[in-house]
């Protein structure tokens, strides 16, 4: 066998053993479409060393794709709809106890005032929350069918400011800038309230303002 020959039997064996790197592979693979005698020569290795492999299972290739593509582009693991549907429960069930306590627990006053009678049983609860001032008769009489219970504010040295006639189930108003140390009063008043926007009646409780 001439020399080349022998060159090209060596790297035949040597391609089918797969002991090329990958550059000396490829250039072989070239020559082999090109090239009939290298052609032979690796067929011929193939069939020598076939029966070296009967005794080996043939190994399907991993699939190494997905596991690169996870490499590569990670992505959040995909919950199941029975995953998404427990926490979309959980989630409503959260907002619709949140919903029944803000509905259940009152707001926590801000301010109050116990409007007390010098004489007398008569006395008033007002409390103020949200803004909003909230004044019931707690105990003592209503007012006769002659007159009326009108509710006053007094903030510092201003003059008193009518907060509307108290009816006998008790109200409830906007008072938004309502300041502790301010004093409500209860005056009687003709029906329906003063005719004046004065107080002209006497006062038959009252109270200041603190925070609760």
Same mark, same amino acid.
């Given at each position: 066998?001439?020399p080349e ?5 060596? =790297?035949?064996? /040597?391609?089918?053993?797969? $002991?090329?790197?990958?550059? /000396?592979?490829?250039m072989v ?7 009939? $005698? ?5 067929? $011929?290795?193939?069939? #020598?060393?076939?029966?070296? @492999? ?9 699939? =190494? ?5 996870? #490499?590569? +582009?990670?992505?959040?693991?995909? #919950? ?5 549907? #427990?926490?979309?429960? @959980? ?5 619709? $106890? ?14 109050? *005032? ?5 004489? %007398? &049983?008569?006395? +008033?609860?007002?409390?103020?929350? %949200?803004?909003?001032?909230?004044i019931t ?15 006053? !504010? ?11 006639? !108290? ?10 800038? *309502?300041? &502790?140390?301010? !004093? ?8 329906? %309230? ?8 006497? !006062? ?9």
């Amino acid at each position: 066998m001439p020399p080349e020959d022998d060159e090209d039997d060596l =790297l035949a064996a /040597e391609y089918v053993l797969g $002991a090329l790197d990958a550059a /000396e592979r490829y250039m072989v693979e070239m020559r082999v479409k090109n090239e009939p $005698a290298l052609a032979a020569k690796v067929a $011929a290795w193939e069939d #020598r060393l076939s029966g070296l @492999a009967e005794d080996y299972a043939p190994a399907p290739l991993p699939d =190494l794709l997905p596991k690169i593509e996870a #490499r590569l +582009f990670p992505v959040g693991k995909k #919950r199941s709809w029975w995953a998404d549907l #427990r926490l979309w429960g @959980a989630v409503l069930l959260a907002s619709v $106890a949140l919903v029944a306590y803000l509905a259940l627990t009152p707001p926590k006053p801000e301010l109050t *005032a116990t409007l007390s009678a010098d004489q %007398g &049983a008569l006395q +008033f609860a007002a409390v103020i929350t %949200g803004g909003k001032l909230t004044i019931t008769r707690v105990s003592g009489d209503v007012a006769d069918p002659a007159h009326s219970h009108e509710l006053w !504010i007094i903030a510092g040295n201003d003059p008193p400011v009518s907060l509307g006639v !108290i009816p006998a189930e008790g109200e409830t108003i906007s008072l938004p800038h *309502a300041t &502790a140390g301010a !004093i409500l009063a209860v005056t009687l008043e003709p029906p329906g %309230g003063s005719p004046t926007g004065k107080a002209t009646g006497p !006062i038959v409780a009252k109270g200041e303002l603190s925070k609760a």
